[in-house]
């Protein structure tokens, strides 16, 4: 069975542009959750998002913003890029349910803004 | 909030030596944790997990159990090999209905392992 899977693996932009990374996750997971991973640190949560609705949000500003489609697929779109979100973005999904909180990782997006 | 603190590293060790890898947390109530393993170039791996006080997570040798007085999560394992290098997370999940279950890191470990 495929693991969860992200796209792209690495790109670069630069300030003031636009990015959108991509997740699919486990089959039978209905819930994804995003994560920013800042070199040298652990990973922060971004954004859940459980049958096609939000159901958590980090500490990150609204240029972060996220949905989830009907095939329980997710983007995740970055606004107006800054030097400090160059990070690793990794995807997570998990079983059917909110409450669900083992989490199998993608090996994530790695943005460089410059 | 909730945070989770770990032993700072990097910890470089010997094969078939043992290994702590130290963690606390804060945290309300009675939160999940866990310990994540991240390879060079790959996503998060769960090691193990322990959902209640006095639970031991174990898999690969490594082992932890979860400790309500101290607040503590120690990631043990007693015959280190060259595989196990890596960089090492602790990280929890709050228990409270209704919350979106997102994990609360630590700033990771890193551990090398020589031959």
């Known amino acids: 069975d495929a693991g969860v899977t992200q796209s792209p693996t690495h790109l670069i932009k630069t300030r003031g542009q636009h990015v959108t990374l991509r997740c699919s996750p486990i089959s039978g997971h209905k819930s994804v959750s995003w994560y920013q991973q800042v070199l040298g640190q652990g990973p922060q949560f971004i954004f859940q998002?459980?049958?096609?609705?939000?159901?958590g949000r980090g500490n990150f500003p609204d240029r972060f913003s996220a949905r989830q489609f009907p095939n329980y697929s997710s983007e995740l779109n970055v606004n107006a890029l800054l030097l400090g979100d160059s990070a690793l973005y990794l995807c997570?999904?998990?079983?059917?349910?909110?409450?669900?909180?083992?989490?199998?990782f993608g090996a994530g997006s790695r943005l460089t803004v410059l | 909030g909730d945070s989770v603190t770990q032993m700072e590293g990097p910890v470089t060790l010997s094969e078939e030596a043992f290994l702590t890898i130290n963690c606390t947390y804060t945290a309300t109530g009675y939160p999940s944790l866990f310990w994540y393993v991240q390879y060079p170039g790959e996503g998060l791996q769960l090691l193990l997990k322990a959902t209640k006080a006095d639970d031991k997570g174990s898999n690969k040798g490594f082992e932890a159990t979860y400790r309500k007085e101290t607040t503590s999560f120690h990631l043990e394992k007693g015959s280190v090999q060259v595989s196990d290098s890596a960089v090492y997370f602790c990280?929890?999940?709050?228990?409270?209905?209704?919350?979106?279950?997102?994990?609360?890191f630590g700033s990771g470990t890193q551990l090398t392992v020589l031959p």
């Open positions: 997570a999904s998990s079983l059917n349910s909110p409450g669900a909180n083992v989490l199998t």
């Open positions: 990280a929890l999940s709050p228990i409270s209905s209704g919350s979106a279950r997102q994990l609360t």
């Open positions: 998002y459980y049958e096609k609705e939000e159901r």
